[in-house]
C-alpha cells in the first residue's frame, strides 16, 4: 500500500472515476456521536471493578474526565497495568467476563445515537458515487443510518457472520463491511480471545 500526501490525494480524487476509493474507519469516527473510546471504557470498568468491590464509592468518581479521580482509580492498577498488552480487552473481560453480558453493554452505549456531521459528510459522498464501500472496526449502525438520512436509499452489511455469502451482495447499493460485527445481528468480537477466534475462523 502506497501512502501518500494530502495534496496528492485530493489531485488524483478528482481525476478517478465513480467507486475508485473504499474508506476505512476506525473507532475515533463514532466518538462525535456520543460513543465512548476504547481508553475512556477502560476507565469505565476500573471504576466498576473498584466500586463493586467497595474500595471507593462509585457515585464521588462519576466524572471520568476529572484527572483526580482518574489518578484515585488508576492507583490500584499501577502494577496491574504492567503486565497488561490490551486494557481494553483485558479490562472488558474482567469487569463483565460473560459474553452475552459485554454485548448487553455495548449494546446500550450505541443504542439510538446518531450521527455526526461527519457521517453525513460520508453519506455525501456515497451520494456522489465517489465511495461505495466503507469499512469499520465499529458495531455501531451510524454510518447505515447516515446513508438512509440523506439518500433515502438501503446499503447492505457484510459482518462475520455472513460474510461467507458476500458474493450474493450486491453492486449496485453501498456496502458497510463491519470487521468486529454488527451490535443488531452479530455475537460481537472485541475481547483478543474474540478476535483470534474470528482470525481462525476465517482462515488467517
Not at 475512556?40 to 476500573?46: A, E, G, P, T
Not at 462519576?62 to 503486565?83: G, R, W
Not at 449502525?141 to 450486491?170: G, H, M, W, Y
Amino acid at each position: 500500500m502506497k501512502k501518500v500526501g494530502k495534496d496528492t490525494f485530493l489531485r488524483s480524487y478528482k481525476v478517478l472515476s465513480n467507486q475508485s476509493f473504499d474508506l476505512f474507519l476506525g473507532a475515533g469516527a463514532s466518538i462525535s456521536s456520543g460513543i465512548h473510546s476504547g481508553s475512556d471504557l477502560v476507565w469505565h470498568f476500573k471504576r466498576e471493578l473498584l466500586s463493586v468491590s467497595g474500595k471507593i464509592n462509585g457515585k464521588k468518581f462519576q466524572d471520568l474526565k476529572v484527572e483526580a479521580n482518574k489518578k484515585v482509580i488508576q492507583s490500584y492498577f499501577a502494577d496491574e497495568d504492567t503486565k497488561v498488552a490490551n486494557p481494553y480487552s483485558y479490562y472488558f473481560e474482567k469487569c463483565y467476563p460473560d459474553p452475552l453480558v459485554r454485548q448487553e453493554y455495548l449494546t446500550s452505549l450505541v443504542r439510538d445515537k446518531k450521527p455526526s456531521i461527519g457521517f453525513m459528510c460520508l453519506s455525501a459522498l456515497v451520494e456522489g458515487k465517489k465511495i461505495n464501500t466503507v469499512w469499520t472496526t465499529n458495531f455501531d449502525d451510524l454510518i447505515e443510518k447516515a446513508i438512509t438520512a440523506l439518500n433515502f436509499k438501503s446499503c447492505q452489511v457484510v459482518s462475520p457472520d455472513n460474510a461467507r455469502t458476500v458474493q450474493n451482495f450486491r453492486t449496485d447499493i453501498p456496502t458497510v463491511v463491519k470487521l468486529h460485527g454488527d451490535f443488531r445481528y452479530d455475537a460481537l468480537q472485541n475481547t483478543d480471545a474474540e478476535l483470534q477466534k474470528l482470525l481462525l475462523k476465517e482462515g488467517y
